[in-house]
């Protein structure tokens, strides 16, 4: 008997055993999937920090069983809750849990280039996914939807009004800025060196502030080549890189790096990691430490 059909009778076994007699619906997921569910949803698992964030911001933290290692430390999050791998899940494990839904995402799929939780949705364990939004309005979406799902709208309304009144304050300060300052996003340092082209949050993030991202007509996600960012010569260059040194004395150092008009400057700015490259109500954060990094002049009264 092969390891997984070991797995899926097992898992079929605790399901018979464990799955509470409970009205149902069924609704369409942020991936356009139809999921069927458990009307009341009390034992749940979040899959991504992300998810978590808006989870924990809507005062569901308590109905929290299971997460990720990243999402395990956020505060609000129940301690010696069961941590769950971010990309290849114990599937024995979840089905002890007895979730009433899982919240996944689709930094789970990307990782590992399938779904990883193929095999919970065979055995009737719901799964809901939120794909990686690309714009700020969708991160809006994906908290309206969670909130739709524990019965919480008016929370997330309130929680989207709030991210639109900064969003639109700093928007309206990035409109009436006619010197566009061209940046250059890092999100992994070499020899990745991965940054965000079109159909990105962050890149719209840029273009709020009143800045453009000199890649804005790449992929979504790619690597460009050193030559292609000494080329377009940005004037700023932001960083969320996770690095064990001093990451803006390993840009200065780069070989032919000296001659970006950014390096000359002095016009290098760190960007919190977890606000930007998490698609939830913290993006807000990042995006004003953006404005103010590259912008100092124009956002020195935004509040």
């Known amino acids: 008997m092969t390891k997984p059909l070991a797995i899926c009778i097992v898992i079929t076994l605790l399901l018979s055993a464990c799955t509470k007699k409970s009205e149902t619906v069924t609704i369409i997921d942020r991936a356009g999937s139809t999921v069927t569910m458990r009307s009341e949803r009390n034992r749940i698992i979040s899959t991504a920090p992300s998810n978590t964030e808006i989870l924990l911001g809507l005062g569901l933290g308590g109905k929290i069983i299971a997460a990720d290692e990243f999402s395990a430390v956020l505060t609000g999050v129940p301690a010696d809750i069961a941590l769950i791998d971010f990309s290849y899940p114990d599937g024995e494990l979840i089905v002890a849990l007895n979730p009433d839904l899982i919240i996944a995402a689709g930094h789970n799929q990307t990782v590992s280039g399938e779904d990883p939780f193929a095999l919970m949705k065979e055995v ?60 250059y996003f890092e999100m992994a340092y070499p020899p990745y060196m991965v940054t965000i082209g079109r159909d990105n949050y962050i890149t719209e993030m840029v273009n709020t502030i009143g ?57 290098i700015h760190l960007i919190d990691v977890n606000s930007v490259s998490r698609p939830s109500q913290h993006v807000v954060l990042a995006l004003e430490q953006m404005a103010r990094a590259v912008y100092p002049e124009a956002y020195e009264n935004y509040r």
Not at 138 to 147: K, L, M, V
Not at 228 to 253: H, K, Q
């Open 124 to 183: 009737g364990i719901p799964v809901i996914y939120l794909p990686i939004s690309k714009t700020i309005d969708g991160i809006y979406a994906d908290i309206r939807f969670i909130g739709g799902l524990f019965g919480v709208e008016d929370r997330a309304e309130g929680m989207v009004r709030e991210m639109k009144e900064k969003v639109d304050s700093i928007a309206e300060i990035g409109a009436a800025i006619t010197t566009k300052r061209s940046v």
């Open 211 to 267: 800045a453009y991202n000199i890649f804005a007509e790449q992929p979504n996600w790619f690597t460009p080549g050193v030559e292609a960012i000494i080329d377009r010569n940005p004037d700023v260059i932001l960083i969320m890189t996770l690095f064990d040194g001093d990451i803006v004395a390993e840009l200065r150092s780069r070989p032919g790096f000296e001659h970006i008009a950014a390096v000359k400057n002095g016009a």
